[in-house]
């Protein structure tokens, strides 16, 4: 019966393409279309070619039943590379975001440079390369080496700031050639919040609560102190990359956020009050350093000394040190107000804000959603060339390719990019999270935003298109698509919540 149910998806992948809403040429030509991954959730090989551990190996350990199985053969694309490049072109994509493990690079965290590391990312740039796909680079995606976590406590030292512009001196000079753009950070506004205060990201540090299962830290300081040193780290390596390789290699540098699509749970002053200081805390804490030259009044006021202070140097350094912002987006959240001395469940930082997120993070979305949010990053930030570096929908992994629901998601916030192209946004490409189903951050193996399956039980790790690499493909190579795809979507398509499938 298997071929039934693949013809008849084949059927309906056909119909599907037989009327055009909008196509790949409605894009500007320089308009990029890519898939994301990073280091630890696709690379496998985490005891190889003398590769230490991440506290994203510590994390997935002892991510407290939660992450469906140990990521350390992941996705094998360590070994399998050149066979996912050969995917990502005939699919054609022309871009792919992928991050460097810092600890497969420089195993030490500081120090010599690994070899084989080195030997490994060169050649994945080159097959990239190859294929006419341009590389997008992360630095950090929440894998600091465990050894200088081990060694001074990581993010909350100063001295990572040395250790990280050293590393990133490395990419630049060995990767610089052929790599045009460098994001330093991946998410660091909820790396900080959900590493060091709420305790369910790694390091896995908070302070001691009935919701909390952390061995050591400090919720209502540690996630102020580790974004500072973030910010001055990103700032480190930044200006590093513009005085000594920018001008002679033509590339450009910046940073990456997780946004949200924030609405107020209702129309009260109280509420729209609120969800403007959760803007502040989620997005203005990273952003406004950057493009401001300091932090939200509003963080200043509600965290008190308990806020770092830039220097006028360190201001200097951090101020206008991005090129371009990256923003990943897959939820709206609605706000309330939760008056001042309120504890907010498992959230310090929440409760300094005085927020509440009603219904957790992870709430529905449309296309609309997304759309709002790029206009609302230009209303507050300025007309910053952005790319959209993940999107992508949620599904408990399994076996079936049938994926129609990923299909609409996609198509409609592609065609969402697409109105606001129109109307004037400067948004620069489209990355799809994820390119594989990779080893998920809040839900291991249990849950899948892939493109293609990825059979766990196949000792080759065989990788299978799902009907959504297919409609991706179609758009792509200029084949037409359901008009009636983005209306059905505007009505009835909601996302599921993380909850519902992890």
């Given at each position: 019966m298997l071929w039934k149910a693949s013809f008849a998806a084949l059927i309906w992948l056909l119909a599907a393409s037989a009327a055009d809403a909008y196509s790949r040429d409605d894009f500007p030509p320089d308009f990029l279309f890519g898939g994301a991954t990073s280091a630890f959730q696709v690379e496998g090989a985490e005891e190889e070619d003398g590769r230490t551990p991440s506290i994203f190996d510590t994390y997935a350990r002892t991510a407290f039943g939660m992450s469906g199985g140990y990521g350390n053969k992941s996705c094998d694309q360590y070994h399998k590379y050149k066979e996912d490049v050969e995917l990502m072109a005939k699919m054609g994509l022309n871009a792919y975001r992928f991050s460097i493990s810092w600890s497969r690079l420089i195993p030490g965290g500081k120090g010599p440079v690994n070899p084989k590391g080195l030997e490994y990312y060169n050649n994945l740039i080159d097959e990239l390369i190859s294929h006419d796909i341009q590389p997008h680079v992360t630095l950090h995606h929440s894998d600091l080496p465990q050894a200088l976590e081990d060694e001074y406590g990581g993010w909350l030292n100063r001295r990572v700031v040395r250790d990280f512009k050293a590393y990133a001196d490395v990419c630049f000079r060995e990767f610089g050639d052929r790599v045009k753009y460098w994001t330093t950070m991946n998410e660091p506004n909820i790396f900080v919040i959900g590493g060091y205060d709420g305790g369910i990201l790694p390091p896995q540090r908070c302070s001691p609560s009935p919701v909390n299962n952390c061995s050591k830290g400090n919720s209502s300081t540690e996630p102020y102190i580790a974004a500072h040193n973030i910010l001055l780290s990103h700032a480190a390596a930044a200006s590093l990359y513009r005085k000594k390789y920018q001008e002679k290699q033509h590339g450009f540098i910046g940073i990456n956020i997780l946004t949200f699509g924030l609405l107020p749970l209702t129309n009260t002053t109280e509420d729209l009050d609120a969800t403007e200081r959760a803007k502040d805390l989620l997005m203005g804490w990273i952003l406004n350093p950057i493009m401001f030259g300091d932090y939200p009044d509003t963080m200043k006021t509600n965290v008190g000394t308990r806020l770092p202070s830039f220097t006028k140097t360190e201001l200097d350094l951090v101020k206008g040190s991005i090129d371009f912002l990256g923003i990943n987006y897959y939820y709206t959240s609605y706000i309330k107000n939760s008056p001042p001395g309120h504890q907010v469940e498992g959230?310090?930082?929440?409760?300094?804000?005085?927020?509440?997120?009603?219904?957790?993070?992870?709430?529905?979305?449309?296309?609309?959603?997304?759309?709002?949010?790029?206009?609302?990053?230009?209303?507050?930030?300025?007309?910053?060339?952005?790319?959209?570096?993940?999107?992508?929908?949620?599904?408990?992994?399994?076996?079936?390719?049938?994926?129609?629901?990923?299909?609409?998601?996609?198509?409609?916030?592609?065609?969402?990019?697409?109105?606001?192209?129109?109307?004037?946004?400067?948004?620069?490409?489209?990355?799809?999270?994820?390119?594989?189903?990779?080893?998920?951050?809040?839900?291991?193996?249990?849950?899948?935003?892939?493109?293609?399956?990825?059979?766990?039980?196949?000792?080759?790790?065989?990788?299978?298109?799902?009907?959504?690499?297919?409609?991706?493909?179609?758009?792509?190579?200029?084949?037409?698509?359901?008009?009636?795809?983005?209306?059905?979507?505007?009505?009835?398509?909601?996302?599921?919540?993380?909850?519902?499938?992890?």
């Open positions: 959230s310090s930082t929440f409760t300094d804000a005085a927020v509440e997120i009603v219904g957790g993070m992870f709430n529905a979305t449309t296309p609309r959603d997304l759309q709002k949010v790029v206009d609302l990053l230009e209303q507050s930030y300025g007309n910053l060339p952005l790319y959209i570096h993940e999107n992508g929908q949620v599904t408990p992994r399994n076996s079936s390719l049938d994926d129609r629901p990923r299909v609409k998601y996609l198509h409609g916030h592609i065609k969402a990019v697409l109105d606001g192209l129109r109307n004037g946004s400067n948004v620069k490409g489209y990355f799809v999270w994820s390119l594989l189903d990779v080893y998920e951050l809040l839900g291991g193996y249990k849950i899948s935003f892939g493109l293609y399956y990825v059979d766990l039980n196949d000792q080759n790790l065989r990788r299978q298109p799902k009907l959504s690499a297919r409609w991706f493909s179609n758009f792509l190579h200029r084949r037409t698509i359901d008009p009636e795809l983005p209306i059905e979507l505007e009505k009835n398509a909601s996302m599921p919540s993380l909850h519902d499938v992890i």
